[in-house]
C-alpha cells in the first residue's frame, strides 16, 4: 500500500507541485496503455506521455518482457573494456534509421547529458586539431537540459537565472524564417571561424512553449553552416522516435546534421537513457595514439543492458505498421481539431506538427510557463481525468501512440468545454 505519509519525502520542484508543500501530489499506483491510476482508483489519460516519453503507453506487455528476460541473463557491467550485445544492436538498429552521415554511438544516462557529451566533442574536436573555436551558437529560448552544460546554451529564463554568471556565454540567433534568413546568415558569417557549434531544437522549441519553425528555413540555415564549416548538433530529445509525424526531425531536412541527441522516448519511457551520435569525420578527431585526445566523459551505466534491452523492444514496436499508421491516424485528427480551435474566441496562436498540437488561451497576463492559467487549466484537467500539464497559458497534446480516436475524441471534447468554462 502506498504510503501517504511519507510522499512529500519524493516531488519534484515544480510550480504546479509548490516546493513548500506536496499535500496535493497524486500518488500513481499502477499504469496500463494510455492511463495512469491513483491509489483510489481513480484513472487519468496521459495526455502528455507522462513528459513526452511515453511513446506506446505504460506498462507495454512486449517491453517489460524484454526487459524481464534480459534481468535473468545480465543487468548491468562496465562499459569500459568491455561491450553487450544489446549495446551492439541497438547502434547497429538505430544507425540504420538515421542520416547516413551518423555512423558512431556514444551511451549516456539522459537527455542533458546527451547533450553535454554532444558540447564536449565539439569543443574537443577543435582543440585535438588546435584550432581556436570556442563559440557556441544556439536558438533564442532554447532548452536544452537541466545541467550546466546544457543551461548554458538553452534560453536565459527564471530556471538559469539563479546560476547567472556561472554559465558559459553562448550567442543566441532567431529561429529562422524567410523574413530574417539574410540577417541570421550574416550575423553568423562574421564570426564563423570561431564557432565550435550551432545547437538547435529541430522544428519544435517543446520547452519554451511548442514553438516552431518550418522544416525549409532550417534546412536553408542549416546549408548556409555547412558551408561556413559548422559542425551542427540537432537535439532530438524530444522530437525524435516519431512525435514530428516521421520517425525522426532529420526526416523533414535536406540538410544532415553532424551530431544528434536522443533520450525520452528512446525507451518508450521504460527507463532512463541518453545517446549522442555523430559522423566518422567527428570521431576521427578522437581516433589517436595519444591519450590526450580522448573523449574524457563516461557514466557508471553507461550503455546499460537492461535500457539497452528496452530501447531495441520500444523501436521494434515504433517500425511496426501499426504504430505508424497510429501516428499518421494521430496526426489527422490533431489536423482536424485544429481547425476547429482555430475558429474558438478564446483561442489563438493552433500550431502543429505530427503527433504535437499546440495552442494558446489569451489572457491579458503576459504569455510565460508562470501564467496563473495553467494551474487553474491543469486542476480542472485533472479533474476531468486527463493529464494535461500547460506551458502557462499554453496548451498541448503530445499523446501516447495507442490512444485511441475515442480518447482523442474525449480530449478534445474536454477541452472545447475547458475552454467554454473558462470564457471571458
Not at 269 to 277: F, S
Not at 378 to 383: A, K
Request: charged share 20%.
Amino acid at each position: 500500500m502506498y504510503n501517504l505519509k511519507s510522499r512529500d519525502k519524493a516531488v519534484n520542484w515544480h510550480p504546479y507541485t509548490q516546493m513548500k508543500t506536496a499535500d496535493d501530489a497524486i500518488p500513481i499506483i499502477r499504469g496500463k496503455g494510455v492511463y495512469l491510476y491513483d491509489n483510489e482508483g481513480k484513472k487519468y489519460i496521459d495526455a502528455v506521455s507522462s513528459w513526452w516519453v511515453t511513446l506506446h503507453g505504460h506498462a507495454h506487455p512486449y517491453i517489460a518482457e524484454q526487459v524481464f528476460q534480459q534481468l535473468n541473463t545480465l543487468e548491468q557491467v562496465i562499459f569500459a573494456g568491455f561491450t553487450h550485445e544489446p549495446a551492439i544492436q541497438l547502434s547497429e538498429n538505430l544507425l540504420q534509421l538515421l542520416p547516413e552521415n551518423q555512423q558512431k554511438v556514444f551511451y549516456s544516462d539522459n537527455g542533458s547529458t546527451a547533450v553535454e557529451v554532444a558540447l564536449k566533442m565539439c569543443i574537443q574536436y577543435a582543440y585535438n586539431q588546435e584550432k581556436a573555436k570556442t563559440k557556441i551558437i544556439a536558438f533564442k529560448d532554447a532548452y536544452h537540459g537541466d545541467t550546466f552544460g546544457a543551461m548554458s546554451v538553452s534560453g536565459r529564463s527564471a530556471w538559469t537565472q539563479p546560476f547567472g554568471e556561472m554559465l558559459f556565454e553562448v550567442i543566441f540567433i532567431d529561429t529562422p524564417d524567410s523574413q530574417n534568413m539574410d540577417a541570421l546568415q550574416s550575423q553568423i558569417a562574421h564570426i564563423a571561424d570561431e564557432i565550435a557549434c550551432f545547437i538547435y531544437e529541430p522544428l519544435i522549441q517543446g520547452a519554451a512553449g511548442m514553438l516552431m519553425h518550418s522544416a525549409e528555413d532550417l534546412s536553408e540555415l542549416m546549408k548556409f553552416c555547412r558551408s561556413k564549416g559548422i559542425i551542427m548538433i540537432q537535439d532530438e530529445v524530444f522530437t525524435g522516435f516519431g512525435r514530428t509525424g516521421k520517425l525522426f526531425a532529420a526526416d523533414h531536412l535536406t540538410e544532415q546534421p553532424d551530431i544528434m541527441c536522443f533520450s525520452k522516448g528512446l525507451t518508450g519511457g521504460t527507463m532512463p537513457m541518453g545517446i549522442t551520435t555523430c559522423s566518422q569525420e567527428i570521431f576521427n578527431a578522437f581516433l589517436s595514439d595519444d591519450k590526450y585526445k580522448t573523449l574524457f566523459h563516461g557514466h557508471s551505466f553507461t550503455a546499460n543492458p537492461l535500457a539497452c534491452t528496452a530501447a531495441l523492444a520500444s523501436m521494434e514496436l515504433l517500425l511496426k505498421q501499426e504504430t505508424l499508421s497510429s501516428i499518421d491516424r494521430i496526426r489527422v485528427q490533431h489536423s482536424d481539431f485544429s481547425k476547429i480551435l482555430a475558429e474558438h474566441p478564446n483561442v489563438e496562436n493552433v500550431r502543429q506538427t505530427g503527433t504535437i498540437l499546440a495552442f494558446e488561451y489569451k489572457t491579458d497576463q503576459n504569455t510565460s510557463y508562470f501564467n496563473e492559467i495553467g494551474k487553474r487549466l491543469y486542476d480542472e484537467f485533472l479533474q476531468r481525468g486527463i493529464i494535461m500539464r500547460p506551458l502557462g497559458n499554453v496548451m498541448y497534446l503530445v499523446p501516447p501512440y495507442c490512444i485511441t480516436s475515442e480518447e482523442l475524441d474525449f480530449i478534445y471534447q474536454n477541452i472545447l468545454e475547458v475552454l467554454n468554462l473558462f470564457r471571458k
